[in-house]
């Protein structure tokens, strides 16, 4: 019976370890989402900061993947944090930036094919927008199926 229960979890195990899940896929779908969201505060950007910082479990070459993906909307990709866009003097007048912010957070994978996450797209203070992404594998490929709790400001 031991031996049965042993050879169960074994075998449990190693088909999660089998299981290849491309973060970065995850981040850019999630991305290009917020990008469709508001986009007058797309219009004029001069670059797209990213914070890498905030890509949890993203490994450098999905990080890699994810700022050359996101060239089509800005040949300009910054790894940037709000508050090393703050330390550089990047904000004018102390409201807004010349580019856009990109962020995610809290990526939970509900399932090897189910995630959910929080991103948000900053250009000001007064305009900024976000929410909860959900995003499911099919076919390999990582594809949004909800943008929910949104936000404005």
């Given at each position: 019976?031991?031996?049965?229960?042993?050879?169960?979890?074994a075998?449990?195990?190693?088909?999660?370890?089998?299981?290849?899940?491309?973060?970065?896929?995850?981040?850019?779908?999630?991305f290009?989402?917020?990008?469709?969201?508001?986009?007058?505060?797309?219009?004029?950007?001069?670059?797209?900061?990213?914070d890498?910082?905030?890509?949890?479990?993203?490994?450098?070459?999905?990080?890699?993947?994810?700022?050359?993906?996101?060239?089509?909307?800005?040949?300009?990709?910054?790894?940037?944090?709000?508050?090393?866009?703050?330390?550089?003097?990047?904000?004018?007048?102390?409201?807004?930036?010349e580019?856009?912010?990109?962020?995610?957070?809290?990526?939970?994978?509900?399932?090897?094919?189910?995630?959910?996450?929080?991103?948000?797209?900053?250009?000001?203070?007064?305009?900024?927008?976000g929410?909860?992404?959900?995003?499911?594998?099919?076919?390999?490929?990582?594809?949004?199926?909800?943008?929910?709790n949104?936000?404005?400001s």
């Amino acid at each position: 019976m031991i031996m049965i229960s042993i050879s169960f979890i074994a075998c449990s195990y190693s088909e999660e370890a089998d299981v290849d899940v491309n973060y970065g896929d995850i981040y850019l779908v999630a991305f290009e989402a917020i990008m469709e969201e508001d986009v007058a505060l797309n219009e004029g950007a001069s670059y797209i900061a990213i914070d890498s910082r905030t890509l949890d479990l993203a490994t450098e070459e999905d990080i890699d993947s994810v700022f050359g993906a996101m060239k089509v909307y800005n040949e300009i990709i910054l790894d940037e944090s709000m508050k090393s866009l703050e330390d550089k003097e990047m904000f004018i007048d102390d409201n807004y930036i010349e580019g856009i912010l990109l962020s995610a957070s809290d990526l939970e994978l509900i399932s090897d094919n189910k995630a959910v996450l929080k991103v948000s797209k900053f250009k000001s203070r007064k305009g900024a927008v976000g929410g909860t992404v959900t995003l499911e594998r099919k076919d390999g490929m990582w594809v949004l199926v909800g943008l929910t709790n949104m936000w404005m400001s």
